[in-house]
Nanobody, 121 residues
Framework: QVQLVESGGGLVQAGGSLRLSCAAS????????MGWYRQGLGKQRELVAR???????NYADSVKGRFTISRDNAKNTVYLQMNSLKPEDTAVYYCNAYIHERVAGNWDDYWGQGTQVTVSS
């Protein structure tokens, strides 16, 4: 069994910062890519940022220069530092990881439960 648990969401004023964390736990052999997605009200889920096992990163154009994704492999944790937040960043943010599960031996995508980020104007 694998779990992803997010933390760090909340309410912040425009221009402020938040840092999201997502820790993977359970029957993990290895983790490849990790990432953050978001879903605004009435919108489709979209990729925000992704980081590979070799720490190559890519970002949505809307967050480039404001958000930074990083990971701590020893802790099976991925972070999203969000600066210069805008009201349009308001969404539920979901953690995603492509994990090699130890017991069954399968690679699969896992998702966190989501954390709300609200940016007030």
């Amino acid at each position: 069994q694998v779990q992803l648990v997010e933390s760090g969401g909340g309410l912040v004023q425009a221009g402020g910062s938040l840092r999201l964390s997502c820790a993977a736990s359970g029957s993990i052999f290895s983790i490849n890519r990790m990432g953050w997605y978001r879903q605004g009200l009435g919108k489709q889920r979209e990729l925000v940022a992704r980081i590979t096992g070799s720490s190559t990163t890519n970002y949505a154009d809307s967050v480039k220069g404001r958000f930074t994704i990083s990971r701590d492999n020893a802790k099976n944790t991925v972070y999203l530092q969000m600066n210069s937040l805008k009201p349009e960043d308001t969404a539920v943010y979901y953690c995603n990881a492509y994990i090699h599960e130890r017991v069954a031996g399968n690679w699969d995508d896992y998702w966190g439960q989501g954390t709300q980020v609200t940016v007030s104007s």
